[in-house]
């Protein structure tokens, strides 16, 4: 089968497109529709209406533009994503502490930090998990999770335990040693600093 013209393709874009937008379109056409156009050229030619999505009134069709979003690391996302990370609908905070954990930064970790304070167990788990993969890719966002130790809440002390364990980092090793001999911190703080570092993976520091 020959490949279609420019001008096929074209239009088959726009037909497609107009699928997505159409908001009376029943939800799993609309999805259908977004990866169609991700599959397309990663949906780069209609990204700004793909974008607009991040709106949506439908939360299904949301929950897969902000996923749309993470695989494609889109930083023009930011500031309309960013903001969801409080949103009523727990299971948009998961999504965009699962996108943002994808292409997100120092910046971004530390909105993810200021969020920690969720009611639900899914979307705490997606942000902890995101502020370990930025952390991966910029140590420096563990100072800020490390003072989060200090919190005199046992539910944010141990959120911010889980963005921490099982990793071993140089830079978050210091950080961790330095929370265990610090004297002016609590007891509950140094506890749990020296708890990660003596979980620490073996296998990570040695390479394996």
């Known amino acids: 089968q020959s490949e279609k013209s420019p001008e096929a393709r074209a239009a ?17 056409a609309r999805i259908h529709a977004l990866w169609v156009l991700d ?7 209609v990204q700004s209406a793909i974008l607009a999505g991040l709106k949506d009134p439908s939360l299904a069709v949301r929950r897969q533009v902000i996923r749309y979003v993470g695989l494609r690391r889109v930083a023009e996302s930011w500031r309309t994503l960013m903001p969801q990370l409080w949103h009523e609908d727990a299971s948009i905070r ?27 167990l899914f979307a705490r788990h997606a942000k902890f998990t995101a502020l370990n993969r930025i952390g ?7 100072n800020h999770i490390v003072r989060r130790l200090e919190t005199e809440r ?15 980092d140089l ?12 004297v002016h911190r609590s007891i509950a703080a140094r506890e749990a600093a020296l708890d990660l570092v003596a979980a620490m993976p073996v296998n990570q520091a040695m390479g394996r």
């Open 12 to 28: 088959l874009t726009r037909l497609v497109l107009e699928v997505f937008a159409r908001v009376s379109t029943g939800d799993l």
């Open 39 to 45: 599959g397309a050229d990663e949906g780069r030619s």
């Open 94 to 120: 998961r999504a965009v502490a699962t996108a943002m954990g994808r292409m997100g930064d120092m910046p971004s970790g530390q909105r993810i930090l200021a969020s920690l304070d969720d009611s639900d």
């Open 136 to 142: 991966r890719r910029d140590p420096g966002l563990w």
């Open 171 to 182: 830079q978050l090793l210091d950080r961790l040693t330095a929370a265990v001999q610090d």
């Open 154 to 168: 046992t539910d944010l002390r141990e959120t911010a335990r889980f963005a921490l364990r099982e990793t071993f």
